[in-house]
């Protein structure tokens, strides 16, 4: 029969037969806590009505056990907490903070005002901050940075910062798209995607180099800078082709809902892919193995990235060293390319 008597959280370890700390850490499902002595010390406060003042524990402690994840969403996008890629990294990251005993704390850049530490950190919302995205400009991710807050982005990790970033070696991606569709007999080839964000700017440099150690000259309207959606690249393409025709016979995506939108609209004009045109995507998600025709595409481990990511962040924590880590890439070939 449950006691209806309140416990004190030194009264619950006295009866566990364990320290305050380890009480405490069990409670709030700490892996460092063998699952033995976290599922004994969860029924017995269960029996006694006991539940953790998670208010009073921040104040005493100075830690929330939360981080908060940002989607960096850059100003005028239609790109949204939907798009698949960000979450499956979504997914990996709270994944990698529940191993470590963290919680994850979703909101987006637009939310989260300008000042990140104020909003997140000082405030006692998260203990650090994970950004997914460098977006077009830093600002807010290094005014954030400079005042000390612990802080990881997803983004290129080739780039200078004085924050740790996690991210694909975009420029491998972009080449290896290019020479893909290069290698294939592809001659005339668009870049679908705005290179003025850090990630893409790096595969647009991949795919300059392709086409320089090929001798092609890139055409003068290769690169298609358009918003990170299909409904953007769907758009474009029907506008491209209804303006110049089917001046081009590949295409190198910045992301996978990218070339669906593509590939939408180039099949509604029967244009054969790849036989008229080939296209590459980024990201591999679960999607595009499923498309007609399945999606040649740049895989990025996000396993691995959200694993980088969450340690790099407690060495933050724990005032430990941190840098800047690559992830792998992989071209994946499927059925929207021509292959051998």
Known sequence: MASETKLTLAKLAELAGVSTSTASRALNDNPLIKQETRTKIQALAKAHNFSVNAAASRLRTQKTNVIAVILN?????????????????????????????????????????????????????????????????????????QSGVPIVVWGDAKTEATYPVIGGDNFSGGYSATKHLLTQGAKQIIFLGDP??????????????????????????????????SKSAYQFINDRIKANGLDFDGIVCVSDMVAFGALKALKERYVGIPSDVGIVGYDDISLAELMHPSLTTIKQNTQQAAELMVAQLINQLERKPTSSQVVETSLVVRRSTKHD
Not at 101 to 121: H, K, P, T, V
Not at 205 to 214: I, S, T, V
């Open 196 to 229: 003025e964000h850090a990630e893409m700017q790096e595969r647009y440099r991949g795919f300059l180099r392709a086409h320089e150690e090929h001798g092609i000259l890139p055409s003068e309207n290769a690169v298609c800078a358009i918003d990170i959606t």
């Open 73 to 145: 969403l850059i100003d005028n996008t239609e790109q949204s907490t939907t798009d698949p890629f960000l979450l499956k990294l979504v997914g990996e990251l709270n994944q990698a903070l529940n191993a470590k005993g963290y919680e994850l704390l979703l909101s987006n850049s637009f939310m989260a005002s300008d000042d990140w530490a104020n909003y997140f950190i000082r405030s006692q919302r998260a203990d650090g901050i994970l950004v997914i995205g460098q977006g077009k400009s830093d600002e807010k991710i290094e005014l954030a940075a």
